[in-house]
């Protein structure tokens, strides 16, 4: 049969036009063979210019075989095959509008037009499909291969751009469908195989991963038209939606290709309808079957963010059927739902003139927003807070929401997730930028005005009420207003069950009808309807002849003329009323309201509007302050986060601090000075953002020129100086430097600092000084600033004057001593040190300032004295002498005014007093002297010594004849050179040593004469009482300690007895830092004593403690003092009252926990030590001292061991206490299924504990932890655990009778004991003598034996002090000779030099 004749089906697979189908059903006759394929080619083409389009019917089969063999047939011929059909396709496009516009078209002819039309739409669609199988599989090979040299590849694969060539293809179908070809098919209805066939391969290009690139978006936008074509003129709705459908699902990269095209469809098709299905079907989705299907999830929740952004109004009506998946298990469904209402909130339903409806809905999806900002997922909480941020930020928020939402996020930063706890940050900080209030927000300010308009409120609400009270209602208005309700309770009443009840209204004899109907209209007024219908009617029957109760229409209704009678009653009373109290109140010339509205109508309005305006500015400014306390709750907070972990969080704290600050929150400068240390993280994300933070707020300041700026800046710096503490003034120091070095800071700043500095400008001493602080802070970054005007700095604050102002002077000392490098000098430098000769003006008034302030008592004298001394060491050429002279000058006045004391007109026997402070200053300044010594010999001197023997080395080698060199081998030259150096550097470290050793305390060296007195002083406490002396000779005695072993070790008696017996919080905090550097310094002297350091961890002075928690962190941390179970001293600081003593023990264990296995090593010993009945702390102190350290154990092999350990210590635990403290200890671990299988091997350890409750629920606890967790398969040995724990809890329970009865006085005995747990804070305590100090045994190097043998063996000493002391002792407070340790434990350290240097 003629192919003309035939009906071409389209196929759903290509081997079904091989089979013969029904009649006159069109089949492929031959597939022609490869060869054959370029000459039919021809030969269609040949017909195509002869026949047209219709040139298809004959020449199908060499299309059909050219798809058939695509993959093996030449490039070349593809392209020509495409091309050709391209041609055939667009030409029979051109032809068809006038075939259709044909009248006369015979059926022979339309039916050929048609199989054409669906044989070239065919062939040219599934060309195309093959050619971009053959492309994806090309690009996956690139993919394997690397991606160089792909578009070469792709080229030489096909002889062009596929990519290039789809574009057009997709227009030509377009161009197709927007013809009207339905009227080649019978009944003008297209058969839907045919645009399946062109949609599906638009869908078919969609899968392709790379569609979603830029380079392709001219493909995008042809498929996008294709559809839209489709969808509105061949109903393609349906199927288009389930395809969409399916396509989000399974292929990720299509939720964003797809939003653009539905948006368009939505909008330029108006085909609106399609986002309503596609949203159905989505909303029907079933959460619990999306919970399984994470990337269908994915796809749906991408698709539904994307498209409420672009066309929210649309979405907005389909939005019910999506809230289901608020309540689905899926977050990322709950996040879409929740973004797409915010989207809708900030395009649609924004502004101040929505329609009631639209509010409403707004409401409802804050609501929502609101309500999700609890959510169960950290994810969708900290969407929400996204969400809030973006409304804020485009202030869609309305004001009555402000405070709801502002709490939302203060509460959320309590939140565990990092991720929320830094967005609630944002919205806050979002809140601070956007706030509609005022651009300062603090609360001290604002509580001041809100104050007063709230008065002035009341004020004007009591003024209105009276006015109100005094003004004539019309009673016709009043009668209108109560009729309703009045005709319903009528109704009510005449009803005819309502006649049996009880009459509550009575009229008594002796009332006359005016009380009666005054009582009426009474009760009208009060609303009481009801008693006032009764009233009406017992008046009926007992005024019969009385007006108006005798005026009664029998024609009309009951109700009428109940109704009638009471209008009367009202309208007459009130009448009678009002014209006297209106008369009363009017003056001449004035009328009643209702006669002259126009006079009080508007001053009624005026009053209206003025009380409405006030109420406003009260709710304005009441939001105002809610707002800024609620922000002062946050910066509280957030000031605890800036230490955090995670360096994102720590940034966006930073930030925000500075935002606060800008708006004026006063608490915000504690925060901008709280992160200040941070700049000396080692993370540079955090140092810089801190370096940016000081930038906004100090470098950009306004003003209108450079020195007005400068003048602000400084200013602003000058008010961080106030209060500051060291650590404080060293950070911002740092922080200068660094803009001082980049060149941050401009000339015009530098100028004005020295202008202020030197009296130029008119400033304050404080000013002043802060200037001189200023400009030493810069000279760190560049010296040049303080070098070039060193003259100028001395004659600013050592010049002579009276009185003399040490702190300026003090700040001028700091300033200067920035010009030098204060370490210590490297081998690598040859220039010798930088240094002043000692005749330079500096020294001299240095010194004349030391020694005239000497004699007078001001106390700021003693810290410019320091920095005075510390300035000479660092800059003076032989500062020794120098020094010297001051001290021998100082010394002298001393002794002239100990002559000019002892009068010889007076008693010979009195023994001449000394002032002390004279003494103070004496002693203080030696300590000084002798500590910079030190420094300056094992700094300055050994540096010196190094430089110079590597120079002479250096000149040795270079004067060495050649010979000499050539004698070894270079390396083995270099390692006698590395030993000679070696060897060298003992010898000058040894030099150093001696010296100290031999020289600086002893003969007749100027600070060995200074060693009788200070001892004495110290050994007699009672005779040199005064505070200050004593805290002054102690420190001086650690100073002197540090020079010289020999003197050390003769010392540490006096000073650890002074360290335990002294009653001056002072002097204990000054002893324990002189000891910890001694520790440092000598670690074989101070090792035996360390049980006495530990001990002020529980001094009664929270000073003491926080020093004594600080020294002992560094020595711990440092490795300096061997780590025992006396560290449970320190882990009691977690529970200390003052929060900073806690912060400072929590950090100590963070720090330790980075230290290997250390905590996991000391935990038996702790918890021992802690749940020590004589000894430990009480019981909840002790869960929450466990809980902290508990949290440390992470490993999962530490868990197993220390369970095993713990349960093996229910064995020797003596009392209930114990096993209460192991078995909490035991359910604080992070157990798994091996931790489970230790506790059941070692059950029987704790078995017959768990008859005591909190045992077995702190068991039970453990329990619930593992069933959370646990497998299918361990879920049985978990059952198993549980079951045996019930059944001794049950067994012991029954036997606790028994077990009282056979045991008697064995279980009374340590019950009856008093089991007293020592105080948190141990009081100094009586005694009669100080033999009850007992000095420790020396620690021995034997091996540790078991703790329980310990226990027994070794009784804890115990330390009582003498407050009681008889004058001789007071005299001297020493330890015994034999109470001194005389063996030691050495210390290993790494190198001899390291800790001396």
């Not at 290709?257 to 079933?286: F, H, N, P």
Request: aromatic share 6%.
């Amino acid at each position: 049969m003629s192919p003309q004749l035939c009906e071409f089906h389209l196929p759903l697979t290509p081997e079904e036009l091989l089979k013969s189908g029904g009649v006159n059903q069109y089949v492929v006759q031959e597939v022609l063979s490869v060869r054959n394929l370029p000459s039919q080619l021809k030969a269609f083409q040949a017909a195509f210019r002869a026949q047209g389009p219709l040139a298809m019917l004959e020449h199908f089969d060499t299309v059909y075989s050219i798809l058939h063999h695509f993959r093996s047939i030449d490039p070349g011929l593809k392209e020509d095959a495409l091309e050709f059909l391209i041609k055939v396709v667009s030409r029979h496009a051109q032809e068809l509008p006038a075939v259709l516009d044909d009248a006369t078209l015979s059926v022979s002819d339309r039916s050929a037009h048609l199989n054409a039309l669906k044989m070239n739409c065919y062939a040219l669609v599934r060309l195309l499909e093959s050619f971009e199988t053959m492309t994806t599989q090309t690009n996956l090979v690139d993919l394997d291969l690397g991606g160089k040299g792909k578009k070469a590849r792709a080229k030489s694969a096909h002889g062009f751009d596929w990519e290039e060539e789809r574009q057009p293809i997709l227009q030509l179908l377009t161009q197709l469908l927007q013809l009207d070809i339905r009227h080649l098919w019978n009944h003008s209805i297209i058969e839907e195989e045919f645009v399946s066939l062109v949609t599906g391969c638009c869908y078919r290009l969609l899968e392709n991963p790379t569609i979603s690139h830029q380079k392709n978006r001219s493909t995008r936008e042809a498929i996008t038209r294709l559809l839209g074509v489709a969808l509105t003129h061949y109903n393609h709705m349906l199927s288009a939606t389930v395809k969409i459908i399916q396509m989000l699902q399974h292929f990720e990269h299509l939720a964003p290709v797809l939003v653009a095209a539905v948006s368009l469809w939505a909008t330029d098709y108006g085909m609106k309808s399609i986002v309503g299905e596609i949203v159905r079907e989505i909303g029907q989705k079933c959460p619990q079957e999306l919970s399984r299907d994470p990337t269908g999830a994915k796809g749906f929740a991408a698709f539904l963010t994307e498209l409420a952004e672009r066309i929210p109004a649309i979405l907005m009506s389909s939005m019910c059927i999506l809230l289901d998946h608020l309540d689905g298990e899926n977050y990322m469904m709950r996040n879409a739902v929740l973004a797409a209402m915010a989207e809708m909130i900030l395009q649609v339903l924004n502004g101040d003139q929505l329609e009631e409806a639209a509010r409403d809905t707004r409401d409802q999806f804050l609501d929502t927003l609101q309500a999700h900002g609890h959510d169960v997922n950290s994810f969708v909480r900290s969407r929400v807070l996204q969400l809030f941020t973006r409304i804020v930020q485009q202030k869609a928020l309305p004001l009555t929401r402000f405070q709801a939402v502002v709490a939302l996020a203060v509460g959320r930063l309590a939140d565990k997730s990092v991720l929320v706890c830094k967005n609630a940050i944002q919205l806050l900080a979002s809140f601070l930028t956007n706030n509609p209030f005022s651009c300062k927000l603090s609360d001290t300010d604002l509580a001041g005005p809100l104050q007063k308009e709230t008065q002035k409120l009341q004020e004007m609400r009591a003024q209105r009420q009276t006015a109100v009270a005094s003004a004539v209602l019309d009673p016709e208005e009043e009668w209108e207003a109560m009729l309703p309700e009045l005709k319903s309770t009528l109704r009510q009443l005449l009803t005819p069950p309502q006649e049996e009840e009880e009459i509550p209204e009575k009229i008594a004899t002796t009332e006359t009808t005016e009380e009666v109907k005054g009582r009426i209209r009474q009760l009208l007024a009060k609303a009481s309807y009801k008693q006032a219908i009764i009233l009406t009617r017992e008046a009926l029957s007992h005024f019969q002849e009385s007006e108006p109760f005798n005026h009664m229409d029998p024609e009309e209704s009951e109700e009428t003329r109940f109704l009638n009678l009471l209008g009367t009653i009202f309208k007459a009373s009130t009448q009678e009323k009002s014209p006297p109290a209106s008369a009363e109140n009017m003056g001449p010339g004035q009328t009643d309201y209702k006669d002259n509205p126009s006079v009080s109508e508007p001053e009624k309005s005026k009053g209206k509007d003025e009380l409405v305006k006030q109420e406003m500015l009260v709710q304005y400014l009441q939001d105002a302050y809610n707002f800024s306390l609620k922000i002062t709750e946050a910066i509280g907070i957030i000031s605890k986060m800036m230490y955090e972990n995670t360096t994102t969080v720590v940034q966006e704290v930073i930030e925000f601090f500075v935002m606060a600050f800008q708006f004026g929150v006063p608490q915000a400068l504690f925060g901008v000075r709280r992160m200040l240390p941070l700049i000396w993280s080692k993370e540079p994300g955090i140092r810089e953002a801190v370096l940016n933070a000081y930038r906004q707020l100090y470098l950009n300041p306004k003003g209108d020129s450079a020195r007005a700026k400068a003048q602000v800046l400084i200013q602003n710096l000058s008010l961080l100086l106030v209060d500051a503490s060291v650590g404080t003034i060293q950070c911002l120091e740092e922080i200068l430097c660094e803009f001082v070095q980049k060149d941050e800071l401009k000339p015009a700043v530098t100028q004005l600092l020295w202008e202020r500095a030197t009296e130029k400008v008119p400033c304050s001493p404080l000013e002043r000084c802060s200037s001189v602080m200023l400009l030493g802070m810069m000279s760190r970054g560049k010296p040049e600033i303080v070098g070039s005007n060193l003259d100028t700095l001395v004659s600013i604050g050592l010049e002579e004057k009276f009185p003399q102002d040490y702190r300026l002077a003090q700040q001028v000392c700091l300033a200067i001593a920035n010009i030098s490098d204060r370490r210590k000098p490297s081998l690598g430098k040859r220039n010798p040190p930088f240094r002043l000769p000692q005749e330079h003006r500096l020294f001299e008034r240095l010194q004349e300032m030391v020694t005239k302030g000497f004699v007078h008592p001001d106390p700021l004298w003693i810290p410019f004295k320091e920095v005075a001394v510390t300035l000479i060491y660092q800059l003076a050429e032989g500062p020794e002498v120098i020094c010297a002279q001051i001290l021998q000058r100082c010394a002298k006045q001393a002794l002239e005014k100990l002559v000019e004391k002892s009068n010889p007109q007076g008693d010979p026997k009195e023994t001449p007093m000394l002032p002390t402070f004279l003494l103070m200053n004496l002693l203080s300044l030696a300590g000084d002297v002798a500590l910079q010594q030190l420094v300056h010999l094992e700094q300055a001197v050994s540096g010196e010594l190094c430089r110079r023997r590597v120079l002479r080395e250096e000149r040795e080698n270079k004067t060495k004849e050649p010979k000499e060199k050539n004698t070894s081998t270079e390396t083995t030259m270099e390692e006698e050179m590395g030993l000679v150096g070696a060897t060298a550097d003992d010898t000058e470290a040894e030099l150093i040593r001696n010296i100290c050793e031999m020289e600086l305390l002893g003969g007749e060296q100027m600070l060995a004469a200074f060693v009788p007195l200070l001892l004495k002083v110290c050994n007699n406490p009672g005779l040199y009482s005064n505070p200050e002396l004593c805290a002054a000779a102690s420190l001086t005695l650690g100073k002197f300690c540090m020079i010289s072993a020999t003197f050390c070790d003769s010392q540490l008696r006096l000073l650890f007895t002074m360290l335990e017996k002294s009653s001056l919080p002072i002097l204990r905090s000054n002893i324990m830092i002189a000891t910890g550097d001694l520790a440092i310094r000598f670690p074989n002297l101070v090792d035996p004593w360390t049980p006495h350091l530990y001990a002020r961890l529980r001094d009664p002075a929270q000073q003491v403690r926080k020093t004594a928690g600080l020294v002992m962190t560094h020595l711990i941390l440092k490795d300096m003092v061997k780590v025992k179970g006396q560290v449970s001293e320190m882990a009691v600081l977690l529970i200390d009252p003052v929060p900073q003593i806690a912060a400072l023990a929590k950090n100590f264990f963070n720090e330790l926990s980075h230290k290997g296995n250390a905590i996991y090593n000391l935990l038996p010993d702790i918890i021992s030590r802690l749940s020590d009945p004589e000894g430990g702390v009480k019981e909840e102190p002790f869960h929450t001292i466990m809980k902290q350290l508990l949290s440390y154990i992470t490993k999962d092999k530490q868990t197993e061991s220390l369970v095993e350990k713990l349960c093996q210590r229910f064995r020797t635990a003596r009392t209930e206490r114990q096993y209460r403290d192991l078995a909490y200890c035991v359910s604080q671990l992070p157990l798994t299924e091996r931790g489970l299988r230790k506790m059941l091997d070692n059950f029987e350890c704790f078995g017959d504990k768990l008859s005591d409750e909190s045992v077995f629920s702190a068991f039970l606890s453990v329990v619930g932890k593992l069933r959370r967790g646990a497998k299918p398969e361990s879920k049985a040995v978990v059952d198993e655990f549980e079951q045996k724990l019930r059944a001794c809890h049950t067994r012991g329970l029954d036997a606790i009778e028994e077990l009282e009865i056979g045991q008697g006085d064995s279980q009374k005995t340590p019950a009856a004991k008093k089991q007293s747990s020592v105080s948190r804070h141990q009081h100094l305590a009586s005694a009669a003598s100080d033999n009850d100090f007992v000095t420790p045994e020396p620690r021995r190097t034997a091996r540790r034996q078991p703790n329980t043998q310990q226990q027994v063996r070794k009784k804890k000493p115990k330390i009582v002090f003498s407050s009681d002391e008889s004058s001789e002792e007071e005299l001297s407070a020493e330890m015994t000779e034999d109470e001194t340790p005389k063996k030691t434990t050495p210390i290993r350290r790494a190198s001899s030099r390291k800790h001396r240097s």
